[in-house]
């Protein structure tokens, strides 16, 4: 099984006019496989980004996950896709503010009807692994940015997800952190055997990458 992404398309129109954002991309990935969308600000990482997981709808176009074609699916199909088989990790965690780190990290096991005897032990399996046992009741404010980070990667694999996209994780972080952040999405990623897709700016992402995909403007000018 893998990602196939076929000719997307997408622009968008503000008072500024219309803008191509995305012109004509293609590339496929073999499940299991971690993938870093790299290219300057503007070239459209996490537009295409968002297309893959069916947050945007492409104006024309086709992706295909895992025998999935996302961009022909009704909103009920794509919202079960999005609740089900995928994970998203934001570039500042967007924890929700008023539930403790354990009920962020039980959000998604709640939407998908896990019991509360497996989901109590999926969180502290969780917590264990991000390095936050800690910190179980502890509210977003009072985490640092790495410890936010580390509480939203939990939350995003918390339900086991087929596909996870990470939207610049690393950005807001300082090098040490980053490189930690890095680390823990990788390793829990193939433990899980989550197909991963980045987008980022960041070497120690791109290092750790089995494929890498460079836009420009919009287009795919590079992929290994």
Excluded: W
Excluded at 118 to 137: P, W
Excluded at 145 to 164: C, F, M, N, T, V
Excluded at 188 to 208: A, P, R, V, W
């Amino acid at each position: 099984m893998q990602i196939e992404i076929v000719d997307i398309h997408k622009t968008f129109t503000s008072s500024r006019g219309v803008q191509q954002v995305l012109r004509g991309i293609s590339f496929s990935l073999e499940a299991g496989k971690i993938a870093a969308l790299t290219g300057c600000s503007g070239s459209g990482k996490t537009t295409l980004l968002h297309c893959i997981g069916g947050i945007e709808t492409p104006d024309s176009g086709s992706v295909v996950c895992f025998s999935h074609q996302i961009t022909a699916m009704s909103a009920v199909e794509r919202s079960r896709f999005m609740r089900k088989d995928l994970g998203v990790v934001f570039q500042k965690g967007n924890l929700l503010a008023y539930l403790t780190v354990a009920e962020n990290i039980a959000f998604p096991l709640k939407l998908n009807r896990v019991g509360k005897k497996e989901s109590a032990s999926r969180i502290d399996e969780l917590l264990e692994q991000v390095g936050l046992s800690d910190a179980k009741n502890a509210m977003p404010h009072e985490l640092s940015g790495g410890e936010l980070q580390r509480a939203s990667i939990a939350r995003a694999l918390a339900h086991k997800p087929k596909l996870l996209l990470a939207d610049e994780p690393t950005a807001s972080l300082d090098s040490v952190t980053g490189r930690e952040v890095v680390n823990l999405i990788s390793s829990l990623s193939y433990e899980q055997k989550c197909t991963t897709i980045f987008s980022t700016h960041d070497m120690e992402i791109i290092n750790i990458a089995d494929n890498i995909f460079q836009l420009h403007d919009g287009k795919l000018v590079a992929a290994t």
